[in-house]
């Protein structure tokens, strides 16, 4: 069944701001990237909540350069100076927000503390 490329544009406007997926992207990509990093599949909450922390930063970096990078083009460097600074403080957040509780107890590796 052939399905018109207008029901899903490329690009939605979301309250006066345009949209271009790169925080989806993103999002997905750093989540493939960190789901199998240091083993074959995320089995414990602490991995889930791993991945989700490094896919949430991994969207908000990407949209933030591709707005930045969208901004220097077209010479709005106040804009492009912006975008980095929210897509730092993004980062920032759920690094804080999703950080590995230092007071949980340790994770054991073959029976022994890692």
């Not at 990407?62 to 990078?69: E, R, S, V």
């Amino acid at each position: 069944m052939y399905v018109p490329n207008s029901a899903y544009p490329a690009r939605s406007k979301v309250q006066g701001l345009e949209s271009d997926g790169s925080f989806t992207r993103g999002f997905i990509a750093t989540a493939c990237l960190s789901a199998f990093q240091e083993q074959r599949v995320p089995s414990s909450p602490k991995q889930f909540k791993r991945v989700l922390r490094h896919a949430l930063q991994g969207g908000a970096a990407l949209a933030a350069g591709t707005h930045a990078a969208i901004a220097v083009k077209q010479g709005n460097y106040l804009g492009a100076v912006l975008a980095t600074a929210l897509g730092a403080a993004s980062v920032l957040a759920v690094e804080r927000l999703l950080q590995e509780s230092s007071t949980s107890a340790p994770e054991l590796i073959n029976g022994q503390e890692a």
